[in-house]
């Protein structure tokens, strides 16, 4: 069942707001959800002696986006009536897009595809620094787990999503096994949109990553998907078009291989070492997929690894991961795929972690559930 949002910016209540940008404490007792959600955001005035960026008459602009990134480095919080101005304003964005969305690469144009983010702002600004910022000319295509484990996760999505809002074709956005409310309990993000905004934003990234697309295809050729292929042969990209994915991943079906699955080195499938109710597929399983719907490649993610990169299948499958060092610990590097049309060679860059504040992976996550 789809997740539908109750709110809209004229349900927005006006409030008080200390000089951080919090709502005052009004005495009042228990709340409906929506006056709740209310509470916590704004809309009167944002205080006098908040600093950071601001957007004006509802647009979002690239100013705007730079001066949040430079206050998330610094760090310093993003008000709350930005951020749902930002969310507000994905989530109307990404509805309207279908559950496979076909870009087109103009020729002598590129295209930047990244993998796992998870959290980890300062290495999704180094990626910028090395390639340049989202833009119509230089867009991106980020793979899914842009949120948890890492603990900037509100950083990265707020900034994912407003360079979405400030230009839709600059970036795609797909979504991940990470993008769900039973992942995002257990491996941070809730905590900490929890502890920076409040529980009341919870609920509004839960519907906003039940509206992401789930899969790409670039130029008809090149298959991007998080996880990867599914549990029967014969699927279709009419089928990818057609799943109605405006709800929580669920236990079984195409959108659960789509977000779950992992490619082996043995023929056919097998099982996953992630858990019984999931599955690895092999290199015959890949080809027949490439070659029932007519495509060249499939490039995933899901995956840490050690090169940021794996190249598997005969060539016809690639798995990049874009948090290096994932969880502070892996020592992996981190990679982007960069291609350019007609042709669509991938051309793979790797790098290195760089530094972040002490903030220690998993910091917002249960306290149970960071063991594991």
């Avoid at 842009?146 to 956005?173: H, N, Q, W």
Wanted: glycine content about 8%.
């Amino acid at each position: 069942m789809a997740l539908q949002s109750s709110l809209s910016i004229d349900d927005v209540k006006h409030d008080e707001y200390d000089d951080d940008g919090h709502i005052k404490p009004t005495g009042s007792g228990v709340l409906s959800l929506v006056s709740a959600i209310t509470k916590f955001i704004f809309f009167k005035d944002v205080a006098r002696r908040y600093t950071g960026s601001r957007i004006e008459d509802e647009t979002i602009t690239l100013d705007f986006v730079k001066k949040m990134m430079d206050d998330f480095k610094n760090p310093k919080c993003l008000h709350r009536r930005y951020a749902y101005k930002i969310v507000l304003q994905i989530k109307k964005i990404l509805k309207a897009l279908p559950s496979l969305v076909d870009i087109t690469v103009p020729h002598g144009k590129h295209i930047t595809v990244c993998g796992d983010v998870h959290g980890q702002f300062y290495d999704l600004l180094n990626i910028f620094e090395l390639n340049g910022l989202p833009s119509e000319e230089n867009p991106y295509l980020f793979n899914g787990d842009f949120v948890d484990r890492g603990s900037f996760s509100l950083e990265v999505i707020l900034t994912l999503f407003a360079f979405k809002c400030m230009s839709p074709s600059a970036i795609y956005l797909g979504r991940g096994n990470h993008e769900s409310r039973r992942m995002n309990k257990k491996c941070g993000f809730e905590g900490e949109v929890r502890s920076k905004l409040n529980g009341g934003f919870v609920k509004l990234f839960a519907e906003v990553f039940c509206c992401l697309s789930l899969a790409h295809v670039i130029n008809k050729k090149v298959f991007v998907v998080h996880g990867g292929l599914f549990s029967v042969d014969g699927v279709k990209l009419s089928d990818i078009r057609s799943i109605n994915r405006f709800c929580e991943p669920p236990d079984e079906g195409l959108m659960h291989d789509l977000l779950w699955s992992d490619p082996q080195y043995l023929p056919g499938r097998g099982p996953s070492k992630r858990g019984y109710e999931l599955f690895c597929f092999g290199e015959d399983v890949t080809k027949r997929f490439l070659k029932d719907n007519n495509l060249d490649l499939v490039v995933r993610s899901h995956e840490s690894k050690r090169k940021g990169y794996e190249i598997q299948h005969d060539g016809k499958l690639i798995t990049v991961f874009s948090a290096p060092n994932y969880c502070d610990q892996m020592g992996n590097r981190g990679a982007f795929i960069r291609f350019e049309a007609p042709d669509l060679k991938p051309k793979i860059v790797t790098f290195e972690a760089v530094p972040h504040p002490d903030v220690k992976p998993m910091a917002y996550a249960n306290n149970f559930h960071r063991w594991f």
